[in-house]
């Protein structure tokens, strides 16, 4: 059933784009523009998921790994910029530095707000990795550094891999940012041929390059992971490690995070706060920002609730099966999450008239294209946690005589709990901040934070945008925290 909602926005696709012709599809693909679209895209996802890596890594390291003081703080405000959508970073930047924009700009905005993709499962990864495999290494020769790095990092390489996905993926279907500071990308490109040039088969030749992009970006992710799977210990308190001694590093090291969590939220969380007294000022805007604020997480929990129950399967398939069509069904789940969300609320506009009518301007439809945007989010929360618990724990369930549905509920959706948990902050927080998809399939009369915010920024009323975004940044700051949480690392063992 989850590959099938994921798949809505492929068929739609398919299907628009037949209705061309293959002469039409060809006037529109083999251009300049495709190729010129193709490798600012490639290379903004590339710049982008290059320096979430090290941020990301090195960030998980010094608050899992190291000595370093009030490593639990750093945690949280490591994750704190997944509660700035990227259109509010944008419109806070360019407020802050007139004539901040294109590739450059775009790149260091996303590479801010996307990091935790990084650093929250390389944290948690890390927080749970096997200690006795560094302690051997130690035991051979190996210094602190060399086994942290020669091992551990390892270790965690498909916790790495997962992360680089998802920044490669949201990188190449963000339209907020790139559309806010002007960068030339495929998302932006798709917008425009849809609003502005009436261009609608461009649009979905781009959309159809799109998917090609993520079908090679999963290749060479699945690689990776296959190359990297570990299993958590069984049995037995969790142990970790010794720390790494900072040392003279200390205050270097607590600068960088410093500077970097400035970068990523503080100059967001100072934009907002300057310009709130004259936003809230507005007459009626507590009302409206309370009724937004209430829309919004209600639909939000709608399709994380939803988003979910889809994912958990696909979780279990993902962690435990190994053949081609569990690999094939793992990875068709990912394809829409490199989408556009305009393409995707087109795609359930279209089912929802056409296949689906009574779900058609109703607050589930939405929350199908949630689960269709999102399912990845959860799909890799469910997987992670089912793949660190290790199989013969099943198998014994088994072995006493309980049935597979007892053992499902007993032994292993137990241990998944933390991953359900995780991948529905992920999700909620993630749809918490949508716009193109929330802005086409909304009920009508229906308002959430984010659209309210779009409407009055696109006619310049950044003062009265500005509560809407302060709540939405706020109202998101709490699924963050849980996620944080959810790695481990902001519990005393791993001081």
Known sequence: MAVVVALIPLVYLVVRTSEAGWARIAEELFTARVVELAARSVALAAVVTGACLVLGVGTALLVVRTDLRFRRGFAVLAALPLAVPSYVAGFAWMSAFPGFEGFWAAALVLTLGSYPYVFLPVAAALRRADPAQEEVAASLGHGPLRAL??????????????????????????????????????????????????????????????????????????AVKRKGARYSRVGGGLRLPATLRLGAFQPIAAGALV???????????????????????RAGA???????????????????????????????????GSSLPA?????????????????????????????????????????????????????????GAASAAPPVLGEVGRSLGAGPVRVAFTVSLPLVLPGIGAGAALVFLSAMKELPATLLLRPTGVDTLATELWTHTTVAAYAAATPYAFLLVLMSAFPAW????????LTKESA
Request: aromatic share 8%; with cysteine.
């Open 259 to 281: 500077a970097v969590a400035v970068l990523a939220f503080g100059v967001v969380a100072v934009n907002l706060v300057l310009r709130l007294a004259a936003g809230v000022s």
């Open 286 to 320: 507590i009302t409206e920002v309370a009724s937004a604020a209430a829309t919004s997480l209600a639909l939000s929990a709608a399709g994380a609730g939803l988003t979910v129950l889809l994912a958990l399967p696909l979780g279990f398939l993902a962690a435990r």
């Open 482 to 489: 849980v996620l944080v949480r959810r790695t481990g690392v």
């Open 327 to 383: 690999t094939l069904l793992d990875r068709l789940a990912y394809l829409t999450h490199a989408l556009p969300g305009l393409v995707v609320g087109l795609s359930l506009v279209f089912f929802g008239i056409n296949v689906a009518y009574p779900l058609y301007q109703t607050v589930w439809l939405l929350a199908l294209a949630y689960a269709a945007l999102f399912l990845p989010l959860a799909v890799v929360s469910v997987a």
């Open 149 to 222: 790095v020669g091992v551990s990092v390892r270790q965690v390489r498909p916790a790495v891999a997962g992360g680089a996905l998802l920044v490669a993926l949201y990188v190449l279907s963000d339209f907020g940012a790139v559309a806010v500071l002007r960068a030339d990308t495929f998302t932006r490109a798709i917008f425009l041929a849809f609003d502005l040039g009436f261009d609608r088969t461009g649009a979905l030749v781009l959309s159809c390059v799109l998917v090609v992009l993520t079908v090679l970006l999963l290749g060479g992710e699945t």
